[in-house]
Antibody
Framework: QVQLQESGPGLVKPSETLALNCTVAGYSISSGYYWGWIRQPPGKGLEWIGSMFHSGGAYYNPSLKSRLTISLDTSKNQVSLKLNSVTAADTAVYYC????????????WGQGTLVTVSP | EIELTQSPGTLSLSPGERATLSCRASQSVSSSSLAWYQQKPGQAPRLLIFNASNRATGIPDRFSGSGSGTDFTLTISRLEPEDFAVYSCQQYANSPWTFGQGTKVEIK
């Protein structure tokens, strides 16, 4: 059974960089699938941030692309997110997620971690 | 960007009743690239349906998805107590992949 677990600071100051890790258990990320991040601002809908494949393929949301880095560490079986120059609008629950086999839906999710951007 | 509008915003029903949830896209969603998720308070979303009508692994057959083009429907044939939750649709036909705002199914 695949399990995804997010970790990282819950509070980030405006203009700084938001950095999260996701540790995957039960599946080697180098075996396949795209792995990435989806977020949900409080009381709002979901937003797909971006995803990466172990051999280098990637999808980045165009609205976030200029501030975004997603990377995979196959030695640690981790997925990382870095979002720079954050503002209050980046406050959200951040979910680690696996892309489905036959399309860009998310078939496995982490429990999510709340990141608040505040001075 | 494809906008997804879900209706109604809230659906008040009793256990055992049938729930019909709508997801309308601002432009055609090709190849039926639409998914449905269930989300309970404080939990991550759970994939129910992908490619408009395919149930995800472990999803009971009381959940069904249908539709094409711009109009899609999630039907729960008989509501069980654990089905009261928020349901969101997502399109992945055109980048950026986008989600609807959700329909809350609450106990009447």
């Amino acid at each position: 059974q695949v399990q995804l677990q997010e970790s990282g600071p819950g509070l980030v100051k405006p203009s700084e960089t938001l950095a999260l890790n996701c540790t995957v258990a039960g599946y080697s990320i180098s075996s396949g699938y795209y792995w990435g991040w989806i977020r949900q601002p409080p009381g709002k809908g979901l937003e797909w941030i971006g995803s990466m494949f172990h051999s280098g393929g990637a999808y980045y949301n165009p609205s976030l692309k200029s501030r975004l880095t997603i990377s995979l560490d196959t030695s640690k079986n981790q997925v990382s997110l870095k979002l720079n120059s954050v503002t209050a609008a980046d406050t959200a629950v951040y979910y680690c997620a696996r892309k489905g086999r036959s399309g860009w839906y998310a078939d496995q999710w982490g429990q999510g971690t709340l990141v608040t951007v505040s001075p | 960007e494809i906008e997804l509008t879900q209706s109604p915003g809230t659906l008040s029903l009793s256990p055992g009743e049938r729930a019909t949830l709508s997801c309308r896209a601002s432009q055609s969603v090709s190849s039926s690239s639409l998914a449905w998720y269930q989300q309970k308070p404080g939990q991550a979303p759970r994939l129910l349906i992908f490619n408009a009508s395919n149930r995800a692994t472990g999803i009971p057959d009381r959940f069904s998805g249908s539709g094409s083009g711009t109009d899609f429907t999630l039907t729960i044939s008989r509501l069980e107590p654990e089905d009261f939750a928020v349901y969101s649709c997502q399109q992945y036909a055109n980048s950026p992949w986008t989600f609807g705002q959700g329909t809350k199914v609450e106990i009447k």
